[in-house]
């Protein structure tokens, strides 16, 4: 086991709504087809003004708050995200600075799109079991909006914006990292792409005209390929663990479509009233999904210390990860 704990969460979503409705003026499109084919009823959009990394700092406050730390204690900052500020710096420098965490502490940014949350709960756990690191701020946000195609029926409805952040800390309980499975096949990447803005695609007038700095989904494809490792690995996380879908207190997975999720508590074993869902109203936020999702349950009291929690998460890259957790 890990032992670390987490004794901060926070979220934060931007105050713009965009509902079915809204989209039904927008595209050919409707609230029925939406809801049906996802789960999902409205998200929530970044201003013109926001950027990822305002999200991510106030969601990060509230950790703070709960945590009972200030951003002087922080000795690490993550962020998860596929919609940084800049390309560099990475949007965790400009989270430090908003923050006020001290300048000599290392601060970088994940890159795992949907999966994000869990490569960089992995990555804490390693780093708080090895001493790199005592209190880490770990944050997931996005504003997909602004990568979003509005002219794409078959995307636009199913992106929203928003953080989720986590103070993680070596355990004094008996809280922990039970167990954990990550991966990723880039041989399958471009079924899921943001083609152009790197050096691959450099930006030029064309690609601008052609939209191909927006996210860019082969919908099936994805949607198979999802299925098929979130229940994998939902499974063989809980194996490794010792555990059953019985056990499970509390499962948050990534929310990216209700059918998704519906399949994958079916397969390990755990009961939709033992779900975390959030997509009605968050849409897919990427990375910030689990994080909004877990911060939620503690707030509403269903997640409680010496739960059992499971998380689990598939994106682009392709890239997946679960995660089984003594809270």
């Not at 355990?171 to 050096?199: N, R």
Request: with cysteine; charged share 25%.
């Amino acid at each position: 086991m890990f032992d670390i704990k987490i004794t901060g969460t926070g979220s934060y979503l931007p105050k713009k709504v965009l509902t079915n409705f809204d989209l039904e003026k927008m595209v050919d499109t409707s609230d029925e087809w939406i809801t049906t084919r996802t789960g999902i009823k409205e998200r929530h959009i970044a201003s013109e003004d926001e950027a990822t990394s305002d999200l991510a700092s106030k969601a990060a406050e509230e950790a703070f708050e709960m945590a009972g730390v200030s951003a002087r204690d922080i000795d690490a900052v993550m962020v998860a995200t596929i919609t940084p500020d800049t390309l560099f710096p990475a949007t965790a420098c400009w989270v430090q600075k908003k923050l006020g965490v001290k300048p000599v502490v290392p601060a970088f940014d994940i890159s795992a799109a949907c999966s994000g949350y869990l490569y960089g709960l992995i990555l804490s756990a390693g780093m708080i079991k090895t001493g790199v690191a005592s209190k880490i701020l770990l944050c997931a946000s996005e504003t997909l909006s602004k990568i979003t195609n509005w002219d794409d029926r078959s995307t636009c409805v199913l992106f929203g914006d928003g953080a989720g952040c986590a103070v993680i800390e070596k355990s004094d309980c008996d809280s922990g990292l039970l167990s954990y499975v990550w991966g990723a096949d880039g041989k399958l990447g471009k079924l899921l792409i943001q083609e152009a803005g790197g050096s691959r695609m450099p930006a030029t007038k064309e690609t601008v005209d052609k939209k191909l700095h927006t996210v860019s989904m082969q919908g099936n494809e994805v949607y198979k390929h999802a299925v098929t490792k979130m229940k994998k690995a939902a499974i063989e996380s809980l194996k490794k663990a010792n555990l059953t879908g019985e056990d499970v207190d509390v499962y948050v997975p990534h929310q990216a479509n209700i059918r998704i999720i519906e399949a994958t508590i079916k397969r390990a074993g755990i009961p939709m009233d033992k779900t975390v869902v959030t997509i009605d109203k968050t849409g897919n936020m990427s990375a910030a999904t689990i994080p909004v999702g877990i911060d939620w349950a503690v707030r509403d009291g269903r997640l409680n210390r010496g739960d059992i929690l499971l998380s689990t998460a598939f994106g682009g890259g392709f890239t997946w990860g679960a995660a089984v957790l003594r809270w």
